[in-house]
């Protein structure tokens, strides 16, 4: 199985859901007297708390690659023409998208340019 990225989402849901079972099991167990609504803010301060550490020890492993330093002179950018189409294909394709429909239909069927539209 090949390893992947860790879905955030997926994972606090998942340590939501985690906690939520241990709260039941402990309470099953052993009676403590706090107020619901305590547990909860208690515990969503604790995991917040726990994922912000996790997001700080995930960002502080990355190092940013080492540059070269020997600086490379930038080429000047020539335009790039979409699917590798000669100049002339391009150019005759952009006319044809840029001619109006109505002007050439009347010249591929003029005998039918004039007719009046029947509904």
Known sequence: ?????????????????????????????????????GWMVAGGLIMFGVIGLLGAIRTGRRTPPVQATA????????????GDLPPEMHASIVQELLDDPAERFRKEHPDQADQPRSN
Not at 1 to 24: C, E, N, Y
Request: no cysteine; hydrophobic share 55%; net charge neutral.
């Open 71 to 82: 600086t490379v002179e930038p080429q000047p950018a020539e335009p790039a023409i979409p």
């Open 1 to 37: 199985m090949k390893p992947h990225r860790t879905d955030g989402v997926s994972l606090s849901f998942g340590l939501i859901f985690l906690l939520v079972a241990l709260w039941w099991a402990l309470s099953r167990m052993m009676t403590i007297h706090l107020p619901a609504v």
